[in-house]
C-alpha cells in the first residue's frame, strides 16, 4: 500500500495548485485503508481474534472498492467528487492496486 500512496503523490492530479478532488478522495480513502490496516495488531490476527480479522476483512473490502473505483471509466466517480468528467489514474497506479488486492 506504500508504494500504491507514493504512486498516488506523483500523480499530476496530485500537484497543487490544481489538486484533481477525485484523485485526492481516492487517495485520502487509501491513506485512510492503510491506516487502519497499521492498527491490526499481527499477533492477535494470526490467534484468531475475532475483532483483528474482523478488521482486515474491512481492509481488503475497501482495497477492492478502491480497485473499483480506480477502475471506473464512466465518470460516476468524479461527478460523486466534483471532478469533472472521468479521471486517467494512470498505468502506475492501476498496476499497484491491482498488486493490493492480489
Known amino acids: 500500500m506504500d508504494d500504491l500512496l507514493s504512486a498516488f503523490g506523483a500523480h499530476p492530479g496530485m500537484q497543487p495548485p490544481s489538486v484533481n478532488p477525485t484523485v485526492f478522495f481516492i487517495a485520502d480513502f487509501v491513506r485512510n485503508t492503510r491506516a487502519s490496516l497499521a492498527q491490526i495488531e499481527k499477533a492477535k490476527y494470526e490467534a484468531g481474534d475475532a475483532r483483528a480479522r474482523q478488521q482486515l476483512n474491512e481492509v481488503m473490502g475497501r482495497n477492492g472498492f478502491a480497485n473499483m473505483l480506480i477502475s471506473d471509466?464512466?465518470?460516476?466517480?468524479s461527478a460523486m467528487t466534483g471532478g469533472g468528467g472521468?479521471?486517467?489514474?494512470g498505468d502506475d497506479i492501476r498496476t499497484k492496486i491491482q498488486a493490493v488486492v492480489a
Open 73 to 77: 471509466t464512466t465518470g460516476q466517480l
Open 86 to 89: 472521468p479521471v486517467d489514474f
